[in-house]
Structure formats: structure tokens, C-alpha cells
T-cell receptor, first 114, second 112 residues
Framework: GAGVSQSPSNKVTEKGKDVELRCDPI?????LYWYRQSLGQGLEFLIY????????KSGLPSDRFSAERTGGSVSTLTIQRTQQEDSAVYLC????????????FGPGTRLTVT | GQQLNQSPQSMFIQEGEDVSMNCTSS?????WLWYKQEPGEGPVLLIA?????ELTSNGRLTAQFGITRKDSFLNISASIPSDVGIYFC????????????FGEGTQLTVNP
């Protein structure tokens, strides 16, 4: 079946502009995660959605970052007033409900702030 | 953010050689996962480990969940050029809402 998809694949924006990144999880997966990967680094947790529960936002680095998940499916990560240090690959992952903890990742969005 | 200690950072090997990499943590994890990432792509799940002491294989890959629950290793046998990529370990704690904590990755280069 279809995997996690993300759009756009690449985004170049000017410092100070807002950007929106989109994630379509695997159909039927109830949990959705956003991670950030800086150049040559591991993945840093940002935010987690599970069903209709309140999201775990504890990984968001500042109040310029926010995310929504509509209808329990598609999610949008918004970065307001982008800064150069926001440049990174933003990865989305989804997981099915139940006891399994395997997360499946999309291809990522490479964000470059100039 | 919090990271696992993954080593080595990079490896340069000849095709056919075996490879071993590991991750350690100062705290306990309930689940260990190993991912491979190729340029321009997201991480792909290789192996998931759920029980302390568990040894699991996936083709030429073998991974173990350490008895103390604070470490895991991944072995690749008889490496081939397509094994090139960055390998990440990731751990999950029950108290963390199932978010994953990642190691910094092991960059593997296989010379034909």
C-alpha cells in the first residue's frame, strides 16, 4: 500500500516568511509524528498526534512552530517567521494503533531558509 | 535534544566484510528500532526489538536488544555495495508517548 507522503519535497524561503509542510500518513495509522533532521545529525522529535487526544508538543523548539492534524489524517507543520537555523529536513512518520511501536517515515521536506 | 550514543560514526569497509555498530544509553528503553537512510529519503525500518535479550534477524542483518535494556547492536554480514547509507538506532520509552529518541547515525561506505 501507499507509504507516508510529504509535500513539498523541497522548499526554499526567505528569512521571516511563513512556511507550511504537509504530511499524509499511511491509511489507518492513528499516530503521527514530526521530526527534524539537521545536516549530518540524528532525528529530533517535534510533535506527536494520537487519535483525538491532545498532541504532545513538548519537542517544538519555539512558539514559531505549530502543527495541526485534521480529521485524524493529514497533518500540517507551520513555521512562522522562519530563521536560518530552521533549515533542515522535516520528516513525518506514522504508526498504527495497538502495541507495535514501529514508525514509518515519509521522504521528508528539505527546508532552506535564505 | 536527547540522543543515544551510537558508534562508530562512520565505517569504510570492503565488500564481503561483516559490520557491527551499537547504541548505548544511560537510561532504559522498552523498544529498540534500527533504521537505514539513503540520501534524499526518509529512514526505512530494518528491525524492531521488543524484549530484553531478543536477537532478531532480517536477511543479512541481525540486531540484539541488550539485557540491561540500555543498549543494542546491529550486525551486517557479507556486506554489499547497496548496504551504503546511514544507519540509525532509535529507542522508545513508555513514558515518552512512544516518541523515538535517535542515535546520531553510523555512515557506512562499502568499497566494491
Amino acid at each position: 500500500g501507499a507509504g507516508v507522503s510529504q509535500s513539498p519535497s523541497n522548499k526554499v524561503t526567505e528569512k521571516g516568511k511563513d512556511v507550511e509542510l504537509r504530511c499524509d500518513p499511511i491509511s489507518g495509522h492513528t499516530a503521527l509524528y514530526w521530526y527534524r533532521q539537521s545536516l549530518g545529525q540524528g532525528l529530533e522529535f517535534l510533535i506527536y498526534f494520537q487519535g483525538n487526544s491532545a498532541p504532545d508538543k513538548s519537542g517544538l523548539p519555539s512558539d514559531r512552530f505549530s502543527a495541526e492534524r485534521t480529521g485524524g489524517s493529514v497533518s500540517t507543520l507551520t513555521i512562522q517567521r522562519t530563521q536560518q537555523e530552521d533549515s533542515a529536513v522535516y520528516l513525518c512518520a506514522s504508526r498504527r494503533s495497538g502495541g507495535a511501536y514501529e514508525q514509518y517515515f515519509g521522504p521528508g521536506t528539505r527546508l532552506t531558509v535564505t | 535534544g536527547q540522543q543515544l550514543n551510537q558508534s562508530p560514526q562512520s565505517m569504510f569497509i570492503q565488500e564481503g566484510e561483516d559490520v557491527s555498530m551499537n547504541c548505548t544509553s544511560s537510561s532504559i528503553f522498552n523498544t529498540w528500532l534500527w533504521y537505514k537512510q539513503e540520501p534524499g529519503e526518509g529512514p526505512v525500518l530494518l528491525i524492531a526489538l521488543y524484549k530484553a535479550g531478543e536477537l532478531t534477524s532480517n536477511g543479512r542483518l541481525t540486531a540484539q536488544f541488550g539485557i540491561t535494556r540500555k543498549d543494542s547492536f546491529l550486525n551486517i554480514s557479507a556486506s554489499i555495495p547497496s548496504d551504503v547509507g546511514i544507519y540509525f538506532c532509535a529507542g522508545q520509552r513508555e513514558t515518552s508517548g512512544s516518541r523515538l529518541t535517535f542515535g546520531e547515525g553510523t555512515q557506512l561506505t562499502v568499497n566494491p
